[in-house]
């Protein structure tokens, strides 16, 4: 059965707009999808994700996702690394593969005359890859190469690190080493797909050049293939420390990274459009937001502080990042803290929260610039079960939040008192 919406946001394709309709697509064997057909350009974008990503890596072995998703396609079938990328290189076929924390990523794009070889391509890179030793050997290096060159970047450092202390005892704390990438075996990697690449952890959203016939066949020739169902084993929920603590690891650099945060919340919780309305007023909107104003432009203790809401499938943070001299570590960080403090204890005032909604809903159809974009965001909005009219209800769901709603949800999620925060550097007068 098929379900079309028209949603009220208007796409900017050069000088024309053009209205966005979200049609599902459910293909014989109940494969489903989020359709947007667009026949101006002869293109078409596959954006489709499966639940579960690098949290599912074994203890010791993390990275292996990341290792699967680098490999996917270098070979399937009967085709090599070499035939295979050639083959996508000589039909302008863009296939690659990612993996974050909760889920497992893959994107396609085609020219709608080589349609069909795409998606038969893509079919292979799932149910027959061939993880040559080449291939294994080649990606292993690169990834290895990565891990050597995060231990030397501050950022990297500082990100590892905070991951595993606002993550304690949880995959989401823990972090690829060489040791791990190097402990990932041949049947860890030939493994993986079978084990993890299921139809119900599957969400698949398409835009461009095709009708919804055409699809709902090309569903079936792609996915039907793969097993009903994952053995993937439950991930349980974190457990994000309540207490404060500070972990400075020292480094001979000039200048601090500070990376501080506190528990949050998921995007499924009713006091989300809030919380979202008060993170950019306090740290999500760049020059405008008052940590910038109070720690940069005051003060100029640093170029920048930023704070973000961090959803994941199993728990949620409040993050936040600072980069500052050594000697005025001490001091931004006092700083932050008085800001969360008033955010909790004071409302904002009404320029503040009026220029926060017209942002928020102002800037979010410029993420929608390419078939490639809207097809990666449908998805993000199938995985986080927004459904389908939630282009229609956003901005509704933005405009009601009050000033009271923001203070307090402040006071709910920000605590100074209850901050964990990682320095790397050598701040001055701080120590652990």
């Given at each position: 059965m098929?379900?079309v919406?028209?949603?009220?946001?208007?796409?900017?394709c050069?000088?024309?707009?053009s209205a966005?309709?979200?049609?599902t697509?459910t293909?014989?064997?109940g494969?489903?999808?989020?359709l947007?057909?667009?026949?101006?350009?002869?293109i078409?974008a596959?954006d489709y994700?499966?639940?579960?990503?690098?949290?599912?890596?074994?203890?010791?072995k993390?990275?292996?996702v990341s290792?699967?998703?680098g490999l996917l396609d270098?070979?399937?079938?009967?085709?090599?690394a070499q035939?295979?990328q050639?083959?996508?290189?000589?039909?302008?076929?863009?296939?690659?593969?990612?993996a974050?924390?909760?889920?497992f990523?893959?994107r396609?794009?085609?020219?709608?005359?080589?349609?069909d070889?795409?998606?038969?391509?893509?079919?292979?890179?799932?149910?027959?890859?061939?993880?040559?030793?080449?291939?294994?050997?080649?990606?292993r290096?690169?990834?290895l190469?990565?891990?050597?060159?995060?231990?030397?970047?501050?950022?990297?450092?500082?990100?590892?690190?905070?991951?595993?202390?606002?993550?304690?005892?949880?995959p989401?704390?823990?972090s690829s080493?060489?040791?791990?990438?190097?402990?990932?075996?041949d049947a860890d990697?030939?493994?993986w797909?079978?084990a993890?690449?299921?139809?119900?952890r599957?969400v698949?959203?398409?835009v461009?050049?095709i009708?919804p016939a055409?699809?709902?066949?090309?569903?079936?020739?792609?996915?039907?293939?793969?097993p009903a169902?994952?053995?993937?084993?439950?991930?349980?929920?974190?457990?994000?420390?309540?207490k404060d603590s500070?972990?400075?690891?020292r480094?001979?650099?000039?200048?601090?990274?500070?990376?501080f945060?506190?528990?949050?919340?998921?995007?499924d919780?009713p006091?989300?459009?809030?919380?979202?309305?008060?993170?950019?007023?306090?740290?999500?909107?760049s020059?405008?937001?008052?940590?910038?104003?109070?720690?940069?432009v005051?003060?100029?203790?640093?170029y920048?502080a930023?704070?973000?809401?961090?959803p994941?499938?199993h728990?949620?943070?409040?993050?936040?990042?600072?980069?500052?001299r050594?000697?005025?570590?001490?001091e931004?960080l006092?700083v932050i803290?008085?800001e969360l403090?008033?955010?909790?204890?004071?409302?904002?005032?009404a320029a503040?929260?009026?220029?926060?909604?017209?942002?928020?809903?102002?800037?979010?159809p410029l993420?929608?610039?390419s078939?490639?974009?809207?097809?990666?965001?449908?998805?993000?909005?199938q995985r986080?079960?927004?459904?389908?009219?939630?282009?229609?209800?956003r901005?509704?769901l933005?405009?009601?939040?009050s000033?009271?709603?923001?203070?307090?949800?402040?006071a709910k999620?920000?605590?100074p008192d209850?901050?964990?925060?990682?320095i790397?550097g050598d701040?001055?007068?701080?120590?652990?």
């Amino acid at each position: 059965m098929k379900k079309v919406l028209f949603v009220a946001v208007a796409l900017i394709c050069g000088s024309q707009a053009s209205a966005l309709t979200i049609e599902t697509v459910t293909s014989p064997s109940g494969i489903q999808a989020w359709l947007v057909e667009d026949h101006k350009n002869p293109i078409i974008a596959l954006d489709y994700s499966f639940a579960g990503g690098g949290a599912s890596d074994p203890a010791g072995k993390e990275g292996l996702v990341s290792m699967v998703a680098g490999l996917l396609d270098e070979g399937a079938g009967d085709m090599d690394a070499q035939a295979f990328q050639g083959r996508l290189e000589d039909l302008a076929i863009g296939l690659t593969f990612s993996a974050d924390a909760d889920n497992f990523t893959g994107r396609l794009k085609t020219l709608t005359d080589n349609r069909d070889e795409a998606f038969r391509l893509l079919h292979l890179a799932l149910l027959k890859p061939r993880f040559d030793a080449d291939a294994v050997a080649r990606v292993r290096g690169q990834m290895l190469v990565g891990v050597q060159q995060s231990e030397q970047d501050p950022q990297s450092v500082a990100g590892r690190a905070f991951a595993a202390a606002i993550f304690p005892n949880h995959p989401y704390g823990r972090s690829s080493s060489e040791a791990s990438i190097k402990a990932i075996s041949d049947a860890d990697l030939k493994g993986w797909p079978g084990a993890h690449l299921s139809r119900d952890r599957l969400v698949v959203s398409v835009v461009g050049d095709i009708t919804p016939a055409q699809l709902s066949a090309l569903l079936d020739q792609t996915f039907a293939d793969l097993p009903a169902k994952s053995d993937q084993a439950a991930i349980a929920e974190a457990e994000v420390p309540t207490k404060d603590s500070l972990k400075i690891i020292r480094r001979q650099i000039p200048q601090s990274v500070v990376n501080f945060g506190e528990p949050g919340i998921k995007r499924d919780d009713p006091d989300w459009y809030n919380a979202y309305v008060m993170n950019y007023i306090l740290g999500g909107g760049s020059f405008s937001s008052r940590l910038m104003t109070e720690v940069r432009v005051k003060r100029g203790l640093a170029y920048g502080a930023y704070t973000g809401l961090e959803p994941y499938e199993h728990g949620g943070i409040v993050a936040g990042e600072v980069a500052t001299r050594n000697d005025k570590v001490a001091e931004s960080l006092k700083v932050i803290k008085e800001e969360l403090r008033k955010m909790g204890s004071t409302e904002v005032s009404a320029a503040e929260l009026a220029s926060a909604k017209t942002y928020l809903n102002g800037s979010f159809p410029l993420q929608m610039d390419s078939t490639t974009a809207i097809a990666a965001l449908l998805t993000v909005v199938q995985r986080s079960h927004l459904g389908i009219d939630y282009f229609d209800r956003r901005p509704t769901l933005i405009n009601k939040v009050s000033a009271a709603d923001v203070k307090r949800v402040g006071a709910k999620l920000l605590d100074p008192d209850k901050l964990t925060v990682v320095i790397v550097g050598d701040p001055k007068g701080m120590t652990e």
